[in-house]
């Protein structure tokens, strides 16, 4: 894949969290124009002002992170609760409402979002970060169901396992017990690249993945398989 992107401008929030970095890099060397935003999204007015920074946009990459809780279930209060969910999932309407008008003005446009896996099997300890996370997967579901007609095409990529540096810095790598459950849990049996990862954002993002709407796309090393 080659210049998949050329002549597109690209708005990646969060930008230097997750899965900003690579998807800078590799967008950029698509040929995209990328206009970074390393704002945390979590006050009301942050979309809205991110989106008016960036001007016209061809691409919304929303590409949200936040350092997911361990708590128990019956032992998470409403704060946790909360503030997840102003982290994950409140932007992400907001961030539409703001960038998909002047998509419609022009006839077309995608929206990505960089989700988690964690929403497709359960996971001890998780519940308040895969709640959140499952409704961003909702969202992109129904709004790309919404959308699609007016050429919009918006989609969802759910990951784990996939090398970043919020969630798999390098001191989670070199620990043995990670990769004993690496290779335990993972049919791949090592990470997926972060730069395999960005590869495939970037083809959602180009004009020859027009024919998906609404889709749910694991990237896991086949760890939801299992």
Same mark, same amino acid.
């Given at each position: ?27 950029? *060397?698509?040929g995209a124009q990328v206009l970074r935003s390393e704002l945390m999204l979590s006050d009301p007015a942050a979309a809205?002002?991110?989106?008016? /920074? ?13 350092? %997911?809780?361990?708590?128990?279930? &019956?032992?998470?209060?409403?704060? *946790?609760?909360? *503030?997840? #969910?102003?982290?994950?999932?409140? =932007? &992400? $309407?907001?961030?539409?409402?703001? %960038? ?35 409704? /961003? ?11 699609? $007609? ?14 970043? $540096?919020?969630?798999? $810095? ?8 990670? /990769? *004993? ?18 590869? #495939? ?10 024919? #998906?709407?609404?889709?749910? #796309? =694991? ?8």
């Open positions: 894949m080659q210049n998949a992107l050329t002549g597109k401008r690209v708005l990646i929030t969060q930008a230097n969290e997750f899965m900003g970095p690579m998807l800078c890099e590799v967008f950029a *060397e698509q809205q002002a991110v989106v008016a /920074q960036a001007g016209d946009i061809d691409v919304l990459v929303a590409n949200l992170a936040i350092v %997911a809780p361990s708590t128990p279930a &019956l032992d998470v209060d409403e704060l *946790e609760w909360r *503030e997840v #969910f102003a982290a994950l999932v409140d =932007p &992400l $309407p907001r961030l539409v409402q703001a %960038a998909v008008p002047g998509m419609l003005s022009r006839g077309r446009g995608k929206v990505l979002v960089m989700g988690s896996a964690s929403a497709l099997r359960g996971m001890k300890r998780a519940s308040t970060y895969s709640a959140a996370r499952g409704a /961003q997967l909702a969202y992109v579901q129904a709004l790309g169901v919404e959308l699609a $007609p007016s050429h919009i095409q918006v989609n969802a990529i759910a990951q784990n396992f996939v090398d970043n $540096p919020t969630y798999f $810095p390098p001191s989670v790598q070199a620990n043995p017990r990670f /990769q *004993e459950r690496l290779a335990r849990e993972v049919p791949l049996g090592r990470l997926v690249g972060a730069r395999e990862d960005a590869l #495939f954002a970037a083809y959602l993002c180009s004009d020859a993945a027009d024919c #998906f709407v609404g889709q749910v #796309f =694991p990237v896991c090393g086949g760890w939801v398989a299992r």
